[in-house]
């Protein structure tokens, strides 16, 4: 039975683990012209589905070089507006559902003695919540990419590869930096 409770534990806790790592936080942050988060949010590097690879994170048609470079009209910019609140109004509560279900899950922990099933039915309802909000974020990206016309598609998926090459290589030349020099050689 000991042996039983310890692997269920370390199965749990492996579980949490992988859904903590994957969470919907922003990972950076940053404002944008009219103080709207333009930071890496929900999805971001494509969030192993692929299909926010074309996508700038956050309200990326309020930064001025994307604006400019997609030749974006008010009328897009207002359905991007209205898709984004519609959407993200829904993803937090669907955010806060997958929280409530991390705490219920850790609460039983807490207690003396638990029950196999109890917490695997937990961990499978923690699962579904967290598909059910990743499934509304790539509907959010689904309907803004409507919006836009081919060309502006291709336009965005474009720039969002030359900045994603500028990051890695500003990331690669950081590491270089911090990376000890060796002593020289004698």
């Known amino acids: 039975m000991f042996k039983k409770s310890l692997l269920l534990i370390f199965v749990l806790a492996f579980a949490i683990t992988v859904i903590a790592a994957d969470d919907t936080r922003p990972r950076m942050h940053r404002q944008g012209p009219e103080g709207e988060h333009i930071g890496m949010g929900p999805g971001h590097g494509g969030g192993g589905f692929g299909f926010d690879s074309w996508l700038f994170p ?9 604006k400019e470079e997609l030749a974006l009209t008010d009328n897009q910019i207002a359905k991007l507006d209205d898709l984004f609140l519609q959407h993200k109004t829904e993803m937090i509560d669907l955010k806060a559902d ?13 207690k003396d003695t638990v029950d ?3 917490i695997l ?6 699962i579904t919540a967290k598909g059910i909000l990743q499934k ?5 990206l689904l309907a803004m990419k409507k919006v836009l016309v081919p060309d502006q598609v291709q ?8 900045v994603h090459s500028e990051m890695e290589m500003r ?6 930096q911090e990376s000890p020099q060796e002593p020289p050689s004698k």
């Open 58 to 66: 956050g309200k990326w048609w309020k930064i001025p070089k994307v």
């Open 98 to 110: 997958l929280e409530k279900k991390q705490l219920e899950l850790s609460n039983l922990f807490d």
């Open 116 to 118: 196999d099933a109890v």
């Open 121 to 126: 039915q937990k961990v499978d309802d923690l």
């Open 136 to 140: 509304s974020y790539i509907k959010m």
């Open 155 to 162: 336009k965005l998926k474009d720039l969002r590869t030359k």
């Open 171 to 176: 990331h690669r030349q950081f590491r270089r």
